[in-house]
């Protein structure tokens, strides 16, 4: 009896009846997956699949499947708190924005604008972070940021140089159409499982899959050639392939004069960057580099995938450049299963960017020191004047907070005091504010130091647009009511737009959306009851009639000319390299059961269960020298601080390279604040480290 | 016939240490405890509960109750001791023989691979497995599975 | 048809998803994945097997093999453990009195483990007879010796 799969009738499993289903997105990461809330008595009592979304196909990760233990967990904020000498006191939400604002005019008189930062959240939607951003561009800053800026920074600048706009090229479906696929610095099976599904059909249809990766992970797994290289190699990697692609003959010549400017001196600058030497470099056999880049020039369509591997450095942008030079040459781009996919990590930090939540950009990354773009938001939003100078990066603000030019800073739904690095710099410098409020669903280590705490609903209790990695806006409507008095972060903004005497006129998401529709050109054709409809639209979609646009690039590129730009980059040794007082390379990453700074999944019992604590990756040649067992405990210390983690041996790491995960807190106490000169993104994927025993 | 208080017999010999009846006793007056190679089982010297789920529990028929009239009530026809006090016997559990855990009593084990190798047709190995606890059985059904696997990813 | 659960491990990315949606959907896990030696996950769960050992030595009848495959009864559980000490995969567990193993999710039209799968790699077959594993080992060494078949044009989504 062969064995032969039974066909499946699917759609709904579960008690999941259209009575009591909610259709949602989830709330983790930027895939965007779809799947059904089941309702018993207001409470969410279960999950149900959803065969039919494009992304997911009915698929959900571990961490969407134990969504419903964050929904429910009694740590839920209920209350707006204000902090007292007796503790934590709750008051009214009168009282709290009425605190909040005082407290923010009062630094904005005292102190000028450039005084407050706001921290906007790559996890609330659309129209919460342009209100957001709106709020702190109309009290006359753009210290406003997002969490973006530590993952994919590096992505808005060097894709935004090479091809005009940062963003993914092709729909995630389209990997299975790909012919070979490279990746580098990304391990989708673990942080973003759905993608395997395609890159497996690909797979079955003969593609070959490529793996850079300094760890071999279950992404590697999946891998015809695994390339090992070490931490911080990536540029070298990449222009070696790019050598050999090119004295090899094998870059798209038309492409290349019809699409592209700069290739001549790309042509020139890789002259150094023989097999040999990037052999030397990156610890990568040449005959492996040469397979690779044969592999990727060859194939008829090829997709780059990518993720912090590659952004998290202090040459991130340069790493993100050497991805697109690498397509570009190749013309693996424009095209359906060929492009580039920076895969994105917040279910909304595409969005969050989109509607300019950041220090440099306008909503539609109109730049705040253009003065066309400045003009067109002031007729937009009636304003006398906005600030036409770049504001602070998430980083920036913290380190201004710490020497006291920020006075007051208000977050929405982010984590710095464990998403940033160097944890107890943060930390001081939150302890330096006059005045800190933190808008969360759940009382996170940031919020600790806060002087006013507001409690919001989570992805479940609000209705909002969300923007996936592959940039689709999806709509999702609320399937329950927050508990006790937690709003929708929107009606808390609202709320306080009200107390500063900002004169908005929207009143709920779906008025915010038809201005974001008016003012960010790629949602010209947004409107609420479109995007519920067949799984939302993809970005650009200009106008009503528009159907969105699936592939990028594939007549021009978004740049001044239509034209990309191959921009050669070079080689250049990490911030901090080990030596002989911190003789370890320590690099950080996720896993499959946790999630980001881990507020949520944390919280998450059967997550928990599996994953409970801090542990480190070390390869059992170190650890037999160094005499540490399985599960003994150490301290990494770093020129930053030190963490306690549980040993855990691996040949998933080289010897001299350490891994840590970053879901728990201590993490980041180690990491370095050097940052990437252009994209300011925090060098994250490498730190010089020392074991202590105790 | 039943009476309020009676005493209960455990056979030592019949008894395999499953601890079935500490699972199905109503009032929990049958209970184990683990301590490093030894599970034991006590037993109390009489209970009085109007059942007999534990003698019906048990799948050796080790229980019989004893009546303070002196009549015994008993599944089998052979007299058994009379406990003065409650009872405790004690099993030697048998070690994992992969991890080294103490998984289960030597006597259940045996009692295991008695009913199978009469009532089962077994593949030449045998039942090797039944020196292992349930966490190795599956450890080397993983390892077997992925033996080709492994050896195609290793680079 | 006895049909059970089924991994291709060349899929499977020990997401570990399974098991979380077949502990919300049964009260615990009946799936369980771990990673030998760091190169691949294996997912076990209860082979419903054609002559299953646990319902051998259940003293009580609580383990049966019907027309089926295995039911369970909990009515009759004595919690004796037996089945558990017997199954050769070391699949049945026993929690709160009732055994615990894998039963594709009575009642459903798909299992939960199946469905969330994001690598596609657990599907529901009809069970395969002893001597299936061989079957299948020659198939696979059948495809790879005749090399690369012909490629289905892009856009036909095959699974």
């Given at each position: 009896m062969e064995v032969k799969p039974t066909q499946e009738k699917t759609p709904l499993t579960g008690s999941c009846h259209p009575g009591n289903c909610h259709p949602t997105i989830c709330p983790y990461c930027s895939l965007g997956c779809g799947f059904y809330l089941e309702l018993e008595e207001g409470k969410a009592a279960g999950i149900s699949y959803m065969p039919e979304h494009p992304v997911n196909e009915g698929s959900l990760c571990p961490k969407g499947n134990t969504v419903l233990e964050v929904l429910n967990h009694p740590d839920r904020l209920k209350y707006p708190m204000k902090k007292t000498e007796k503790g934590w006191e709750r008051i009214g939400w009168e009282a709290a924005l009425d605190l909040a604002a005082s407290k923010l005019k009062e630094s904005l008189e005292k102190s000028g604008p450039d005084s407050l930062a706001f921290l906007g959240s790559a996890k609330c939607s659309n129209e919460e972070n342009y209100i957001f951003q709106k709020i702190a561009r109309l009290l006359g800053t753009n210290n406003v940021d997002n969490c973006a800026r530590l993952c994919h920074a590096s992505t808005l600048t060097g894709l935004g140089k090479t091809l005009g706009t940062g963003a993914m090229t092709n729909p995630v479906s389209d990997l299975a159409c790909s012919e070979c696929i490279f990746v580098i610095g990304s391990n989708f099976a673990e942080n973003h499982p759905a993608v395997s599904r395609r890159v497996l059909r690909a797979k079955e249809k003969g593609a070959v899959v490529i793996v850079a990766d300094p760890r071999i992970t279950p992404t590697g797994w999946l891998a015809d050639l695994a390339l090992r290289l070490e931490p911080g190699t990536d540029v070298a990697l990449l222009n070696g392939m790019m050598r050999v692609i090119i004295s090899e003959g094998l870059f798209d010549r038309r492409f290349v004069r019809e699409r592209t400017r700069g290739f001549s001196e790309l042509e020139e600058s890789l002259?150094?960057?023989?097999p040999e030497t990037v052999s030397g470099i990156t610890g990568i056999p040449s005959a492996d580099i040469i397979k690779a880049a044969r592999a990727y020039a060859r194939a008829g369509t090829a997709s780059i995938v990518y993720s912090?591997?590659?952004?998290?450095?202090?040459s991130g942008t340069d790493n993100v450049t050497a991805c697109a030079d690498l397509a570009l040459i190749c013309g693996h781009i424009g095209k359906k299963g060929a492009g580039i996919l920076p895969l994105r990590g917040q279910n909304n930090v595409q969005g969050a960017c989109d509607m300019g939540?950041?220090?440099?950009?306008?909503?539609?990354?109109?730049?705040?020191?253009d003065p066309c773009a400045a003009g067109r938001m002031r007729s937009l939003w009636g304003a006398k004047k906005l600030s036409e100078s770049p504001g602070l990066t998430v980083t920036e603000m913290l380190e201004a907070a710490g020497k006291g030019k920020i006075k007051a800073l208000y977050v929405m739904g982010e984590d710095p005091v464990n998403s940033n690095p160097d944890s107890s710099q943060v930390k001081k410098a939150l302890e330096k504010l006059d005045f800190l409020v933190v808008q969360d669903i759940f009382m996170t280590d940031t919020a600790e130091h806060a002087d006013l705490v507001l409690p919001a609903a989570s992805f479940a209790e609000k209705e909002g647009s969300f923007t996936s990695t592959e940039r689709r806006v999806q709509w999702v409507e609320p399937a329950l009511k927050p508990p006790g008095e937690a709003r929708a972060d929107l009606d808390t903004l609202f709320g306080l737009a009200e107390k500063l005497g900002l004169d908005f006129t929207c009143r709920d998401a779906g008025e915010v959306l038809e201005e974001i529709a008016a003012a960010v050109p790629a949602y010209g054709g947004m409107a609420k009851e479109r995007l519920k409809k067949d799984f939302g639209l993809i970005w650009p979609c200009p106008d009503p009639g528009h159907p969105g646009t699936p592939v990028l690039h594939t007549e021009s590129f978004r740049t001044s000319d239509g034209l990309a730009r191959i921009v050669s980059v070079e080689h250049k040794s990490p911030a901090e390299t080990p030596g002989p007082d911190y003789p370890f390379l320590l690099t950080t990453g996720r896993t499959v059961l946790h999630y980001n700074a881990g507020s949520m999944t944390r919280r998450s019992k059967s997550l928990l269960k599996k994953e409970a604590e801090l542990y480190v990756e070390i390869n059992p040649a170190d650890a037999r020298t160094m005499d540490i067992a399985e599960g003994n405990k150490l301290f990494l210390e770093t020129r930053r601080g030190s963490t306690e983690v549980t040993a855990r041996l691996t040949e998933k790491v080289n010897p001299g390279v350490l891994f840590l995960p970053f879901h728990f807190p201590g993490t980041n106490v180690l990491t370095a604040d050097a940052l990437d000169r252009e994209a300011k993104i925090p060098d994250f994927k490498v730190s010089a480290c020392r074991i202590r025993r105790e | 016939m039943k009476e309020s208080t009676r005493m209960l017999v455990p056979d030592a010999e019949k008894?395999?240490?499953?601890?079935a009846c500490t699972t199905v006793c109503p009032e929990k007056l049958i209970s184990f405890s683990e301590e490093n190679n030894t599970r034991s089982i006590s037993f109390p010297a009489n209970c009085s509960k109007d059942c007999e789920l534990c003698a019906l529990a048990c799948p050796e028929k080790a229980i019989s109750f004893i009546f303070p009239d002196g009549a015994e009530k008993s599944r089998t026809n052979q007299k058994s001791q009379v406990p003065p006090e409650s009872l405790t016997l004690d099993f030697e559990l048998a070690p994992?023989?992969?991890?080294?855990?103490?998984?289960?009593t030597i006597k259940e084990l045996e009692k295991v691979k008695e009913i199978i190798s009469e009532k089962v047709p077994l593949?030449?190995?045998?039942?090797?497995?039944?020196?292992?606890?349930p966490g190795c059985r599956q450890a080397v059904f993983r390892e077997k599975q992925a033996e080709t696997l492994i050896q195609a990813r290793k680079f | 048809m006895p049909e059970a659960v089924y991994a291709d491990l060349s899929r499977c990315i020990a997401c570990h998803a399974c098991e979380l949606a077949c502990e919300r959907e049964n009260k615990s896990s009946r799936i369980s994945v771990q990673v030998v030696r760091g190169l691949a996950a294996v997912p076990v769960s209860c082979r419903q097997c054609e002559t299953p050992l646990c319902a051998a030595v259940c003293p009580g009848e609580a383990l049966s093999y019907g027309e089926n495959g295995l039911e369970y009864d909990a009515e009759k559980c004595i919690g004796c453990r037996l089945c558990v000490l017997a199954c050769p995969f070391g699949t049945a567990e026993l929690r709160a009195g009732v055994v615990e193993r894998c039963d594709l999710c009575q009642g459903k039209e798909i299992p939960a483990c199946v469905a969330t799968c994001p690598a596609g790699a657990l599907f529901r077959a009809e069970v395969e007879s002893l001597g299936g594993n061989t079957r299948t080992r020659r198939a696979e060494r059948i495809k790879k010796a005749l090399g690369n078949l012909p490629l289905p044009a892009c856009g036909r989504e095959n699974r």
């Open positions: 002259q150094r960057y023989d912090m591997g590659i952004t998290q450095h202090v939540a950041l220090a440099e950009f306008f909503p539609g990354y109109g730049k705040v020191e | 008894c395999i240490g499953c601890r994992c023989q992969n991890c080294g855990t103490p998984f289960a593949p030449p190995s045998g039942s090797f497995w039944t020196g292992l606890c | -």
